[in-house]
């Protein structure tokens, strides 16, 4: 059409009449069969992704109107501070809690490991401001701390000899977890060149920021037998990648909450995916979205 507006919308609107059709309360001046065509003409131009981010900016604009606030789930470490002390007492309170973070020698760049210092607090805020309105959750991530070793001393920056510098260190309770965390140059790319998790749904994003979680398994020796038994884990590598907008959330309720092992976790993520959480698409396959692999 000469003014830009593709054939598929009602005769008389555009975009942003459309965004808004719900804050003028115009909805019945489109008819079904107009709902439709759009629908149709939106998909096959837009694709899949424009289609979803439409529709979502429409509810969003309707529910500033309205002032409707979407509601707020307790944020998991909040849920797992607070059962443990309603089950065990104050004493259990964990200050700090966190994790242990191990950077690869091979990282050398000064400038580029600033860099990436401060974008993963940038990828842990950004993903936890979801959380803020929630009572307590300010309070509680004060408490958060990540215990960075830059140089883990006889370490050569193998998964093994980091899972044994993280055997060898004496840590209060809310850091001394199964899984250690490590950066290495491919995670620290990650983190500096993947866009942050507010900038679109996971499922859009084909590079997410990850981080390597070693577990203490990486430092022990394979067990034949156990391999020859089919053991569940046995063989494993002990690592995985994990996103780093996960870690403050399923992840660490997880880990700490002893509520899975390290395999039942990771065993399954393998190559360069990354962990996300435990559903069905959980798993996120290296530079595939998720409407990619769906469609494979």
């Not at 797992?80 to 964990?94: H, K, N, P, V």
């Not at 022990?220 to 995985?240: C, H, K, L, S, T």
């Amino acid at each position: 059409m000469s003014s830009g507006i593709p054939t598929y919308y009602p005769e008389g609107w555009d975009r942003e009449r459309l965004l808004n059709i719900a804050v003028t309360n115009d909805i019945n001046s489109v008819t079904e069969d107009q709902w439709a065509a759009f629908r149709e003409g939106l998909r096959a131009d837009e694709g899949e992704r424009g289609f979803e981010e439409f529709f979502d900016e429409m509810w969003r604009r309707e529910k500033i109107a309205k002032g409707i606030k979407d509601p707020v789930s307790e944020p998991p470490f909040t849920e797992l501070m607070r059962l443990r002390e309603e089950r065990i007492g104050s004493s259990a309170r964990w200050d700090p809690w966190g994790f242990v973070v191990f950077k690869s020698p091979e990282i050398r760049d000064q400038a580029k490991w600033r860099a990436c210092r401060e974008r993963f607090d940038t990828i842990l805020q950004d993903y936890t401001d979801q959380y803020r309105e929630w009572p307590g959750a300010d309070e509680c991530l004060s408490r958060m701390k990540f215990r960075w070793i830059e140089d883990a001393g006889d370490a050569d920056g193998s998964i093994k000899s980091i899972a044994k510098a993280r055997a060898a260190l004496e840590l209060p309770p809310g850091l001394d977890h199964s899984l250690s965390l490590y950066i290495t140059p491919a995670s620290l790319d990650s983190i500096l060149n993947s866009p942050l998790p507010s900038s679109a749904k996971r499922k859009w994003r084909k590079d997410i920021p990850f981080i390597v979680a070693v577990s203490g398994q990486a430092a022990e020796e394979p067990n034949a037998q156990d391999i020859e038994d089919d053991v569940a884990g046995a063989g494993w590598r002990g690592y995985f990648n994990v996103a780093v907008e996960s870690l403050l959330d399923s992840f660490f309720s997880t880990i700490a909450g002893d509520s899975r092992s390290p395999f039942e976790l990771g065993g399954h993520v393998s190559g360069e995916d990354v962990y996300c959480d435990h559903t069905r698409w959980g798993i996120h396959k290296a530079g595939v979205g998720y409407w990619d692999r769906r469609a494979r």
